[in-house]
């Protein structure tokens, strides 16, 4: 029978079609078996032996530059302020006068004292004459009392003025002292109505001008110091202030002199904490090698906390996860992928600063982690 034409175009598609389907079945079959060859294929690794170091908390803060000795200047006395002949900046040296006071209160204030001391003076001394008259009266009181000439009543009279005109002369004896008393005090007043430079150095800030009226103890100036040693102050967090110890060494940088690194010390370590910012206060001691590091500059310090501890450093390569403080890892036990748990303490650049789940030796997986599964075959590569 003969075949149309239809029907030879239809036969040959139909055969196409099977042949397709054994090529790709035949395909899916390489595939699958290539896939399970390929899991049962050892893995090759790069790993990195856990080491041992000894770390310390590294600490950085920024803060002023300081004379190391700070003196705030103030009035001993209160009043009106009527000059400040210096100005910040101004090199001052010692004894030098600063500041003064208005003096008419304080000049009248001294006149009433000495004034005070004169009359309380004057009261000494008739209360002294008192005290004579009334002796010599008790005497003769006592003598005719004797003779029968005075009454009972009239001597008891007179022992009593006597007693009167010594309480007299002891209450003007109090009353001049305590006249020469305010006398000292309205000299004293006189005498430090003057700011005098206590020591050299630089007027590093004018916290008053002439016309305020300011309290005994008041600040006026603040003195810095001559000093070739100038202090960093910087302020820190409570959890930073606990790790350090005064006498730590600490490396201080100055934008004004660029790559330049100078020597401190930790100095002085703040007890109370500002109550605005809850921070501590702490003082570096800057060793100056001849620059001219000027209070004011704003400077970077960095040092190391006093307590270390001991810990395991690993590459950061090797994290195969992550969760806070706790991560995972593998190593190598028995050329085989071993999966293990880790406390993080920290991660610092590169390296992850481990508390335990490790060993000093352990060989850790660093390179090829997110290929592998825990008790895969692994061979160490180059």
């Given at each position: 029978?003969?075949?149309?034409?239809?029907?030879?175009?239809?036969?040959?598609?139909?055969?196409?079609?099977l042949?397709?389907?054994?090529?790709?079945?035949?395909?899916?079959c390489?595939?699958?078996?290539?896939?399970e060859?390929?899991?049962?294929?050892?893995?090759?690794?790069?790993?990195?032996?856990?080491?041992?170091?000894?770390?310390?908390?590294?600490?950085?803060?920024?803060?002023?530059?300081?004379?190391?000795?700070?003196?705030?200047?103030?009035?001993?006395?209160?009043?009106?302020?009527?000059?400040?002949?210096?100005?910040?900046?101004?090199?001052?040296r010692?004894?030098?006068?600063?500041?003064?006071?208005?003096?008419?209160?304080?000049?009248?204030?001294?006149?009433?004292?000495?004034?005070?001391?004169?009359?309380?003076?004057?009261?000494?001394?008739?209360?002294?004459?008192?005290?004579?008259?009334?002796?010599?009266d008790?005497?003769?009181?006592?003598?005719?009392?004797?003779?029968?000439?005075?009454?009972?009543?009239?001597?008891?009279n007179?022992e009593?003025?006597?007693?009167?005109?010594?309480?007299?002369?002891?209450?003007?004896?109090?009353?001049?002292?305590?006249?020469?008393?305010?006398?000292?005090?309205?000299?004293?007043?006189?005498?430090?109505?003057?700011?005098?430079a206590?020591?050299?150095?630089?007027?590093?800030?004018?916290?008053?001008?002439?016309?305020?009226?300011?309290?005994?103890?008041?600040?006026?100036?603040?003195?810095?110091?001559?000093?070739?040693?100038?202090?960093?102050?910087?302020?820190?967090?409570?959890?930073?202030?606990?790790?350090?110890k005064?006498?730590?060494?600490?490396?201080?940088?100055?934008?004004?002199?660029?790559?330049?690194?100078?020597?401190g010390?930790?100095?002085?370590?703040?007890v109370l904490?500002?109550?605005?910012?809850?921070?501590?206060?702490?003082?570096?001691?800057?060793?100056?090698?001849?620059?001219?590091?000027?209070?004011?500059?704003?400077?970077?310090?960095?040092?190391?906390?006093?307590?270390?501890?001991?810990?395991?450093?690993?590459?950061?390569?090797?994290?195969?996860?992550?969760?806070?403080?706790?991560?995972?890892?593998?190593?190598?036990?028995?050329?085989?992928?071993?999966?293990?748990?880790?406390?993080?303490?920290?991660?610092?650049?590169?390296?992850?600063?481990?508390?335990?789940?490790?060993?000093?030796?352990?060989e850790?997986?660093?390179?090829?982690v997110g290929?592998?599964?825990?008790?895969?075959?692994?061979?160490?590569?180059?």
């Open positions: 029978m003969k075949m149309s034409n239809s029907m030879v175009t239809t036969l040959r598609f139909l055969v196409l079609m042949i397709s389907a054994l090529v790709f079945t035949t395909t899916s390489d595939r699958v078996e290539a896939a060859a390929s899991s049962e294929e050892i893995r090759q690794v790069r790993t990195e032996q856990v080491s041992f170091v000894e770390y310390a908390e590294t600490i950085r803060a920024t803060g002023r530059l300081a004379d190391r000795q700070q003196l705030r200047l103030s009035f001993k006395t209160g009043g009106v302020v009527r000059e400040i002949g210096v100005e910040e900046g101004d090199v001052i010692k004894g030098q006068a600063l500041a003064r006071l208005e003096l008419d209160e304080i000049n009248a204030q001294n006149k009433r004292a000495t004034l005070g001391v004169e009359k309380a003076q004057i009261d000494l001394r008739n209360a002294a004459l008192a005290l004579q008259l009334a002796e010599r008790f005497r003769n009181a006592e003598g005719l009392y004797k003779d029968s000439v005075a009454t009972l009543e009239q001597l008891e007179a009593v003025q006597l007693e009167n005109a010594k309480n007299q002369l002891e209450a003007a004896e109090k009353g001049l002292n305590l006249s020469e008393r305010s006398q000292e005090i309205a000299a004293f007043n006189l005498r430090y109505a003057s700011i005098l206590p020591s050299s150095g630089t007027i590093l800030a004018k916290l008053a001008e002439p016309g305020e009226i300011v309290g005994p103890g008041t600040p006026i100036l603040l003195l810095g110091t001559q000093s070739r040693t100038k202090v960093l102050q910087v302020n820190l967090t409570d959890r930073q202030i606990v790790q350090l005064e006498g730590l060494p600490a490396k201080v940088t100055f934008d004004a002199f660029p790559g330049q690194v100078f020597s010390t930790i100095d002085e370590l703040g904490a500002d109550p605005y910012t809850g921070t501590y206060k702490v003082e570096i001691g800057v060793e100056n090698r001849g620059q001219s590091l000027l209070s004011g500059l704003i400077g970077e310090t960095t040092f190391r906390g006093a307590e270390v501890k001991k810990l395991f450093r690993i590459s950061i390569d090797a994290l195969v996860k992550g969760d806070g403080r706790r991560g995972e890892i593998y190593v190598v036990e028995d050329q085989k992928a071993v999966l293990r748990s880790i406390q993080i303490f920290k991660i610092e650049e590169e390296y992850l600063l481990v508390e335990g789940g490790v060993n000093i030796g352990d850790v997986i660093t390179s090829g290929y592998l599964n825990d008790g895969m075959d692994v061979i160490i590569g180059e």
